[in-house]
């Protein structure tokens, strides 16, 4: 569903992403943890065309996202650490304008039905997103999602911020979406969210995938471990 | 895709307190100005008219006279104002628009109300065209600068983008949703102004205005659409809001408020113009410049050709001769000095428009009194006009004096029945055709002004970063 081969980056020589290989198929979620900076948000930019690669492809769905970048658009979404809105516009105006951009076209209804189904409660709904809480934002770029059916989900550190009861709603939204059968792709710092939620995990660091293993295959310990072993390299 | 964008855009906007007290403001300024200029066009139409039927009375009824001293008495003679000459009063208040016909001299023009006002008033006169060639594009660039720079602070273009957004459709959403939000202060303007035009005239007036008034709504289109593209191609292409702003408002001063003043200044030094003083005082000399000679030719001419000895004897009065010797000697000098004159500000003229290319304003101030018929090229028209008139009632008069006052001994007067021979004067404003046979340079500067615009607006949009 979603491919990279040999995707590299670099800024005026130094590499921001070297040489990832990876391949998320439906039904998974990958987690990408690492350090800051370690090129976790460079990959999904790249994945969403906002920077163009220096050399490797990346698919979506198959298509080359430098080569038409407007299609590949239509099976993902992009979930960023704060989902920014329009704050003179209501969460429903708003759902509204982005699954208007993304080509579908719903009644008033159904847009209701998808923020209740993100967890939104009815009555924000109405209200101006200026007054919207971080978890409240979440749920309105979740509802984007879901509204746009996406097979592919790009989650930059999404939950980070979020209290914890937020973050395990919002956990229970991707579990929900990977079973009906979305790719999942989440950066994140929180390694137990990834253990819980992930099916895989990979662990970046200057730019390279130096892990990756299965969740079901490790305990929270052995990931901690592992993880920390490779920040003191 | 791109009505959702302006649809959006549009409620932003109306949802922003900033917007609602600007576009208020401007609104009330708009209304104002219209109302002032629908005021002034009635007051000053108005006094045409009594002025006209006055100065026609007084003519008729001067009594018994020499018609010479007739000639002295004079007659006014009064532009007509078009009924758009509401919006943009051009060179009005600077030129004058009725000139005062009498023998011997071609008059400058009466009635200036620049000659008689403030210097505070001369700046600060508000009108439509001040409001929609300055505040507009103000609002304008207030409204558009944050356009692209804004969406890229707050991370919603990457939101955008990510969900399939087409960015040349972004841009001609926002293009479109300013459009709707400019409507909403622009249309009931119109109306208002429309209204104004058409209580001001009667409705033959306005009809024959509707062509003129398109192509003013034309002119103000193109220059909004160029100003807005500009705007817009600066969001997307400088790296912060704080950077398209203050580029924005550069652009703005200099073509609001430097141009305008600095091609004055430099169409003034390539093509000076002489003072008022100078101009009269060579005027004077040229008329003066041997009329001794001329008149002793004239004289011995006229002896030889009826084969008399000395000027009593002559057929024919040699005062109306010799007058209207002296009124064609004069008319040619006024042709070399009047067409003179008018060349250089002809020059002038050009100069402000070829420096369009700068700054559209320009372009548009000249389409603009053009159409509203306030431009200096349409004063000439109607001065040319009024200055045959004033040749014509000349030649007729001395023409009397020649064939008749030689006749009679004593003093040669004559009555009301003369000076019924003299027709009122009537004159026929330059049609639209005219006018867009001068202005078609303006047209075409601001049409490409526009379509060089459009074009950034979507190459900046099209290399737009999302950070």
Same mark, same amino acid.
Not at chain 1, 21 to 30: A, D, L, T, V, Y
Not at chain 1, 88 to 103: H, I, P, R
Not at chain 2, 223 to 249: D, K, P
Not at chain 2, 294 to 306: A, F, P
């Given at each position: 569903?979603?491919?990279?081969?040999?995707?590299?980056?670099?800024?005026?020589?130094?590499?921001?992403?070297?040489?990832?290989?990876?391949?998320?198929?439906?039904?998974?979620?990958?987690?990408?943890?690492?350090?800051?900076?370690?090129?976790?948000?460079?990959? &999904?930019?790249?994945?969403?065309?906002?920077?163009?690669?220096?050399?490797?492809?990346?698919?979506?769905?198959?298509?080359?996202?430098?080569?038409?970048?407007?299609?590949?658009?239509?099976?993902?979404?992009?979930?960023?650490?704060?989902?920014?809105?329009?704050?003179?516009?209501?969460?429903?105006?708003?759902?509204?304008? $982005?699954?208007?951009?993304?080509?579908?076209?719903?009644?008033?209804?159904?847009?209701?039905?998808?923020?209740?189904?993100?967890? *939104?409660?009815?009555?924000?709904?109405?209200?101006?997103?200026?007054?919207?809480?971080?978890?409240?934002?979440?749920?309105?770029? &979740?509802? &984007?999602?879901?509204?746009?059916?996406?097979?592919?989900?790009?989650?930059?550190?999404?939950? @980070?911020?979020?209290?914890?009861?937020?973050?395990?709603?919002?956990? /229970?939204?991707?579990?929900?979406?990977?079973?009906?059968?979305?790719?999942?792709?989440?950066?994140?710092? #929180?390694?137990?969210?990834?253990?819980?939620?992930?099916?895989?995990?990979?662990?970046?660091?200057?730019?390279?995938?130096?892990?990756?293993?299965?969740?079901?295959?490790?305990?929270?310990?052995?990931?901690?471990?592992?993880?920390?072993?490779?920040?003191?390299? | 895709?791109?009505?959702?964008?302006?649809?959006?855009?549009?409620?932003?906007?109306?949802?922003?307190?900033?917007?609602?007290?600007?576009?208020?403001?401007?609104?009330?300024?708009?209304?104002?100005?219209?109302?002032?200029?629908?005021?002034?066009?009635?007051?000053?139409?108005?006094?045409?008219?009594?002025?006209?039927?006055?100065?026609?009375?007084?003519?008729?009824?001067?009594?018994?006279?020499?018609?010479? @001293?007739?000639?002295?008495?004079?007659?006014?003679?009064?532009?007509?104002?078009?009924?758009?000459?509401?919006? #943009?009063?051009?060179?009005?208040?600077?030129?004058?628009?009725?000139?005062?016909?009498?023998?011997?001299?071609?008059?400058? $023009?009466?009635?200036?109300?620049?000659?008689?006002?403030?210097?505070?008033?001369?700046?600060?006169?508000?009108?439509?065209?001040?409001?929609?060639?300055?505040?507009?594009?103000?609002?304008?660039?207030?409204?558009? $600068?944050?356009?692209?720079?804004?969406?890229?602070?707050?991370?919603?273009?990457?939101?955008?983008?990510?969900?399939?957004?087409?960015?040349?459709?972004?841009?001609?959403?926002?293009?479109?949703?300013?459009?709707?939000?400019?409507?909403?202060?622009? &249309?009931?303007?119109?109306?208002?102004?429309? *209204?104004?035009?058409?209580?001001?005239?009667?409705?033959?007036?306005?009809?024959?205005?509707?062509?003129?008034? =398109?192509?003013?709504?034309?002119?103000?289109?193109?220059?909004?659409?160029?100003?807005?593209?500009?705007?817009?191609?600066? @969001?997307?292409?400088?790296?912060?809001?704080?950077?398209?702003?203050?580029?924005?408002?550069?652009?703005?001063?200099?073509?609001?408020?430097?141009?305008?003043?600095?091609?004055?200044?430099?169409?003034?030094?390539?093509?000076?113009?002489?003072? %008022?003083?100078?101009?009269?005082?060579?005027?004077?000399?040229?008329?003066?410049?041997?009329? #001794?000679?001329?008149?002793?030719?004239?004289?011995?001419?006229?002896?030889?050709?009826?084969?008399? #000895?000395?000027?009593? %004897?002559?057929?024919?009065?040699?005062?109306?001769?010799?007058?209207?010797?002296?009124?064609?000697?004069?008319?040619?000098?006024?042709?070399?000095?009047?067409?003179?004159?008018?060349?250089?500000?002809?020059?002038?003229?050009?100069?402000?428009?070829?420096?369009?290319?700068?700054?559209?304003?320009?372009?548009?101030?000249?389409?603009?009194?053009?159409?509203?018929?306030?431009?200096?090229?349409?004063?000439?028209?109607?001065?040319?006009?009024?200055?045959?008139?004033?040749?014509?009632?000349?030649?007729?008069?001395?023409?009397?004096?020649?064939?008749?006052?030689?006749?009679?001994?004593? =003093?040669?007067?004559?009555?009301?029945?003369?000076?019924?021979?003299?027709?009122?004067?009537?004159?026929?404003?330059?049609?639209?055709?005219?006018?867009?046979?001068?202005?078609?340079?303006?047209?075409?500067?601001?049409?490409?002004?526009?379509?060089?615009?459009?074009? $950034?607006?979507?190459?900046?949009?099209?290399?737009?970063?999302? /950070?």
């Amino acid at each position: 569903m979603l491919e990279t081969i040999h995707l590299t980056k670099s800024y005026n020589g130094s590499k921001a992403l070297e040489d990832l290989s990876m391949k998320i198929n439906p039904g998974e979620i990958f987690c990408l943890l690492g350090a800051n900076g370690a090129g976790k948000t460079t990959t &999904i930019n790249l994945l969403l065309n906002f920077i163009p690669p220096t050399s490797g492809t990346a698919t979506i769905n198959g298509i080359d996202v430098t080569q038409r970048p407007l299609e590949t658009k239509k099976y993902l979404a992009y979930i960023p650490e704060q989902v920014m809105l329009y704050k003179n516009l209501s969460g429903l105006e708003n759902l509204e304008y $982005f699954t208007a951009l993304s080509g579908a076209k719903y009644q008033r209804t159904e847009l209701l039905c998808f923020l209740s189904e993100a967890g *939104l409660p009815p009555e924000a709904a109405e209200k101006r997103v200026g007054t919207y809480s971080k978890g409240m934002r979440q749920k309105v770029g &979740i509802a &984007i999602a879901i509204a746009k059916s996406a097979r592919v989900l790009l989650l930059d550190e999404p939950t @980070s911020g979020l209290d914890p009861k937020a973050a395990n709603e919002f956990s /229970e939204l991707l579990k929900k979406m990977r079973d009906s059968g979305s790719a999942i792709l989440m950066a994140t710092h #929180d390694l137990f969210r990834a253990k819980e939620t992930g099916t895989r995990v990979g662990i970046m660091k200057h730019g390279r995938m130096v892990a990756e293993m299965r969740t079901e295959e490790i305990g929270h310990t052995d990931l901690e471990r592992i993880y920390l072993q490779h920040m003191h390299d | 895709m791109v009505t959702t964008i302006a649809r959006k855009e549009m409620t932003e906007m109306v949802r922003d307190g900033r917007f609602r007290w600007t576009a208020g403001i401007v609104l009330a300024l708009l209304a104002g100005a219209v109302l002032m200029g629908w005021q002034n066009y009635r007051e000053v139409s108005a006094q045409h008219e009594t002025a006209q039927r006055v100065t026609r009375e007084h003519w008729l009824g001067q009594g018994t006279k020499n018609p010479h @001293s007739a000639a002295h008495y004079g007659v006014y003679a009064f532009k007509p104002k078009l009924p758009l000459s509401l919006v #943009d009063q051009g060179v009005d208040p600077w030129v004058g628009v009725s000139a005062w016909l009498e023998a011997h001299k071609q008059n400058e $023009f009466k009635y200036r109300p620049a000659q008689d006002a403030t210097a505070l008033q001369r700046f600060g006169e508000l009108t439509g065209a001040t409001v929609l060639q300055v505040l507009i594009p103000l609002l304008i660039v207030l409204l558009t $600068f944050s356009a692209f720079s804004g969406e890229r602070e707050q991370g919603t273009l990457r939101q955008v983008l990510s969900v399939g957004a087409r960015k040349s459709d972004l841009a001609a959403g926002k293009a479109l949703g300013i459009g709707g939000a400019l409507g909403t202060l622009l &249309i009931p303007a119109i109306m208002l102004g429309v *209204l104004a035009l058409s209580l001001a005239s009667d409705n033959g007036a306005l009809f024959a205005s509707v062509p003129r008034m =398109a192509l003013m709504a034309l002119t103000y289109l193109l220059y909004f659409g160029a100003l807005t593209a500009v705007a817009l191609g600066v @969001s997307a292409f400088v790296r912060s809001s704080r950077l398209a702003l203050v580029t924005l408002l550069g652009f703005w001063i200099f073509n609001s408020l430097i141009a305008p003043r600095a091609v004055a200044d430099i169409a003034k030094a390539a093509y000076p113009t002489p003072s %008022a003083f100078d101009f009269s005082k060579r005027l004077d000399a040229a008329l003066q410049e041997g009329a #001794d000679t001329r008149n002793r030719q004239l004289r011995e001419g006229l002896l030889k050709k009826y084969n008399v #000895d000395r000027v009593e %004897a002559l057929p024919v009065s040699f005062s109306g001769v010799s007058l209207q010797a002296g009124e064609e000697h004069g008319n040619e000098v006024f042709d070399r000095f009047y067409s003179g004159l008018w060349n250089t500000f002809h020059q002038q003229e050009q100069v402000h428009l070829y420096s369009s290319v700068a700054a559209p304003l320009l372009a548009v101030r000249s389409l603009s009194m053009g159409l509203a018929g306030t431009d200096f090229a349409q004063h000439a028209h109607f001065a040319t006009a009024a200055e045959e008139y004033r040749r014509a009632i000349q030649r007729e008069l001395n023409s009397e004096i020649t064939a008749n006052a030689a006749k009679v001994t004593g =003093a040669y007067v004559r009555g009301r029945d003369l000076w019924e021979r003299i027709p009122e004067f009537s004159y026929e404003a330059p049609g639209t055709q005219w006018v867009l046979a001068r202005q078609w340079p303006a047209l075409m500067l601001l049409t490409l002004w526009t379509a060089l615009a459009v074009l $950034f607006a979507s190459v900046a949009t099209r290399t737009l970063r999302t /950070e």
